[in-house]
């Protein structure tokens, strides 16, 4: 594959033809027997090759590794997730219904959004990840300044229709360059904890360095 623009969050699928990761724990290879997906880390690469990391079954199994992009067959954005729906027999769980809930919300503010964590995992691989109790992971892309009124507005709308469907949600905003939680910006506080590839920094603006 040429190289492409990759952002943290992007689903990966696997060549047939990839290599082994080296050092990595035995339960890896069986990960991606089942599932050829790697996710796009917020890392700085090494030279050409992207930072990613493998799902496990368990949340304890996560590992962190670099891949040639010419290892990759295919991109899945959080974006190209929110328009597949799961499995019928799976679709009431909650962190789905809840999905189908917040589709409005952030369409009607016209925001660039998708599902990550283990319902994009699950959207993107048709493998039950999403358990009864999973929380709901956003991405949302802000490129431009979203005005801290408008997101506390937001947030509460969110956390409204989370409360609904019995789940969480995680929403983080995402700039160009970094990333931020919905959650901590809607408060009143000035600063927030800005994730960079080069780790995290206070902020008072987070869109100043884009």
């Given at each position: 594959m040429e190289r492409v623009s990759l952002r943290p969050h992007d689903l990966l699928r696997l060549s047939p033809s990839a290599p082994p990761f080296a050092d990595a724990p035995g339960w890896v290879a069986a990960a991606l027997e089942r599932a050829p997906f790697v996710v796009v880390r917020r890392a700085p690469p090494i030279g050409d090759e992207i930072a990613v990391g493998v799902r496990g079954i368990v949340r304890s199994e996560r590992f962190g590794t670099w891949i040639a992009p010419r290892w990759i067959?295919?991109?899945?954005?959080?974006?190209?997730?929110?328009?597949?729906?799961?499995?019928?027999?799976?679709?009431?769980?909650?962190?789905?219904?809840?999905?189908?809930?917040?589709?409005?919300?952030?369409?009607?503010?016209?925001?660039?959004?998708?599902?990550?964590?283990?319902?994009?995992?699950?959207?993107?691989?048709?493998?039950?990840?999403?358990?009864?109790s999973s929380d709901v992971d956003i991405v949302v892309r802000a490129p431009t300044p979203l005005p801290r009124a408008d997101a506390s507005a937001l947030f509460d709308a969110l956390s409204h229709a989370a409360q609904k469907t019995g789940t969480r949600i995680d929403v983080q905003i995402e700039t160009p360059d970094a990333a931020f939680s919905l959650a901590e910006f809607a408060r009143a506080s000035l600063r927030v904890m800005q994730r960079h590839a080069d780790g995290p920094r206070l902020v008072t603006n987070p869109w100043a360095a884009s």
């Open positions: 067959d295919a991109i899945l954005t959080p974006e190209d997730l929110r328009a597949r729906n799961p499995d019928p027999a799976r679709a009431g769980l909650p962190a789905f219904a809840l999905l189908r809930a917040i589709a409005p919300i952030l369409d009607s503010r016209g925001l660039d959004w998708g599902p990550a964590g283990s319902a994009g995992f699950e959207l993107a691989t048709a493998m039950p990840t999403v358990t009864q």
